[in-house]
C-alpha cells in the first residue's frame, strides 16, 4: 500500500484546550496505544453545526447539506498519512432516509435548478456511500442528513451520528472504523418575532411564519416575493456558504439580515440564539464556550458581523488570541488550517464551535475512542508506536508523567492523569509519587473513586456512624462507604457488611457505575445477550449490557465482557473518566 510521509516525531498536543469507550483491559489498551500498522480515523465535520429549513414551500436560507472530512494513520515510527490504496465509506446507522423528514426535495428544482432523487444532495451525496480522495483528506460533500433519526423521527437530535469506515481498496477488508457527529439542525427560531403575534409581523398576517417574513419583506422594501415562492434567499442575498453571488447592487444575506435585526436582537449568547440555532440545540458547545465565552467573544456583536467584508470566508482566527507564534493558522480559516504532519487542526481538536472537549456526550465519541480519554489528542502514541521525545507540534515536547510507575507510553495514563487533575485519586503514595496501576481495585477504593465522581473533588462527607459492622468509624474510607450507601449505590455485601478489603469484579464494577451514573433508582433494560461469557439472567447481566450501550466499555475482547475478572486500578481509572466525563 502506497503512502506518503507523515512528518512526525512526537506526539499530539493540544492546542486550545464521553461515549465509544473501551472498558479495561487488552481492548483498551489496544486503542491507547498505536500497533504498527494499525489504523487510525481522524473524522470531523468541517463546521460546528450546519442549519437548514425544515420547510421549503415558501422560503429558503440553506439547504439540507453537512460535510464529512477524514484523514487516516498508518500508525507507526513515524506515522503515515495514507493517500492511496483505501476506500473510506460512511453510513448512518439510525438516519438512513430524510424524504418525509423534511420537503426539499419537493423544491429542490424550483429553489435550485436541480431535481434530485430522494435522499440525495446538492453534491450528489446520500446518507450512505464513499468518500472522495481531495488531495490529503477523504471527504463527503453536501449530505443531506436532518437532526430526525429513523428510530424517533420527530424528535430533534442535533448530533447525529455517521459511521466511517476504512477499508482495503484491493480485497475490501475493513481496516477500522469510527463514529463521527454530523452536527444539523432546523431550529431558526424566525418565529419568536414573526409569528401572526410578533412583534415583527406584518401589516396583513398569513398565519405562516415563512410567509409573514415574505409578506413583510414586501411591504417594507417593495418587492413581490409572496407571488414568487419558493424563494431562496441567496438569488438576491450573495452568500459565500452558498457560492451564490446574488444581486450586487443589494447587500450579501449576512450584511442583510444582521443589519436589519442589530438592536432588534440582544448582543448576547441568547441573542445569536434567536436566530442561530437555538434554545434547545445550542450549537456553540465548544470548550472556550465552557468556560465562558460566547459567540460575541470571537465574532463580536452585530454591528461587527454586518461589516465583514467577506462573510464565511474571513472568521476570526485562533491565533488573533493564541498569539505567541508556535499556533500560527497556515490559513486565514482555522477549518483550513494544518500543522502537525500535515493533520488539520480540526482533525486534532475539532470542529469549529466543537472545539474539544465538547460539551456533547456523541463529540467525545472518537476521542475516547482513539486514546481512551476525551478530546483533544494530547497522546504521542495515538499514532506512533513508541513516545518520541522532540519536534511536536507547535513546538512542543513530549509531556512528563505525573506518576513514577505511569510512563509516558502506558496504556491508560490519560485517564489516571485526568482522575489525578480531577482530585478523584492522589495516587498509592506520595515519595515517589506512585498509582499503583496494576494494582486491583478494593471496595473501599471504589467507595471513594465514585463519590468523589458523583459529588465532586471537593465534597466532604459526613463522618461515619458505623453503618456496617466493618467498617471503623474513624478510617479513612468509612465516610465516604457510607455517603455511597446514602447514595443508594450499594447496601453493602450482606449480613450487615461492606468487604472494605475485597477486590471489585467487572461485574460488580458494572452495577456500581451504572447506579452512579444513572441513579439508585434506575432500572436497566433487561440483557439480550451481547457477550457470549455473560448469559441473560446471570449476575449483572442488565448492568453490565447498560454499560455497553452507555458506551464505557466495549468488554474486554472477542465479544466476552470478562465478568468475573478483577478490576484493576488502571481499569477503573479508564471507567471512571468515561462514567463521569472528566477532562
Partial sequence: MKTKSFLVRVGLALLLAVLLGVGGGLLARNNANAADNTYKILAWNDLGMHCYNRDFADLAVLPPYNTLWVQVVKAGDPPELVTTGITVEYFYADNTYSVGKTNFWSYSQDLFGVTLAPNVGLKGKGLSGTMDFSGDHYVAEGIPVTEFSDSAPTTSQPYQLATVVVKDSTTGAELTRTQVVTPVSSEMRCDKCHGDTGEAKPNHPTGKVETNIL??????????????????????????????????????????????????????????????????????????????????????????????????????????????????????????????????????????????????????????????????????????????????????????????????????????????????????????????????VSRSQMAVFLVRGMHGAAFIPPAATGIFSDVLIGSPTASFIEQLYADGITSGCGGGKFCPNQTVSRAQMAIFLVRARHGSAFVPPAATGIFSDVPVGSFGANFIEQLAADGITNGCGGGKFCPNAIVTRAQMAVFLVKTFNLP
Fill in 215 to 440: 409578506q413583510l419583506h414586501d411591504e417594507e422594501e417593495g418587492t413581490s416575493l409572496m407571488t414568487s415562492r419558493p424563494v431562496l434567499c441567496a438569488s438576491c442575498h450573495a452568500s459565500n456558504a452558498l457560492g451564490a453571488t446574488g444581486n450586487p447592487n443589494l447587500p450579501n444575506l449576512s450584511k442583510a439580515m444582521h443589519s436589519k435585526h442589530q438592536g432588534e436582537s440582544p448582543d448576547t449568547q441568547d441573542g445569536c440564539y434567536n436566530c442561530h440555532p437555538g434554545p434547545q440545540t445550542k450549537c456553540l458547545r465548544d470548550t472556550m464556550s465552557t468556560k465562558g465565552m460566547t459567540c460575541i467573544s470571537c465574532h463580536g456583536g452585530m454591528s461587527t458581523v454586518k461589516n465583514n467584508p467577506n462573510p464565511w470566508l474571513n472568521e476570526p482566527r485562533c491565533d488573533t488570541c493564541h498569539n505567541s507564534g508556535q499556533y500560527n493558522q497556515n490559513h486565514a480559516l482555522y477549518r483550513f488550517s494544518t500543522e502537525h504532519g500535515g493533520l488539520y487542526c480540526e482533525a486534532c481538536h475539532d470542529s469549529t464551535h466543537a472545539v474539544a472537549p465538547s460539551r456533547e456526550a456523541n463529540d467525545a465519541i472518537k476521542f475516547i475512542g482513539l486514546q481512551g480519554k476525551n478530546g483533544p489528542i494530547d497522546q504521542c502514541r495515538v499514532c506512533h508506536t513508541t513516545t518520541p521525545t522532540s519536534g511536536g507540534p507547535h513546538g512542543m515536547t513530549a509531556p512528563v508523567s505525573i506518576f513514577a510507575d505511569v510512563p509516558s507510553g502506558y496504556w491508560a495514563r490519560a485517564a489516571i492523569e485526568s482522575l489525578y487533575n480531577s482530585g478523584i485519586s492522589s495516587g498509592c503514595s506520595t515519595n515517589p509519587l506512585n498509582f499503583c496501576p496494576e494494582n486491583s
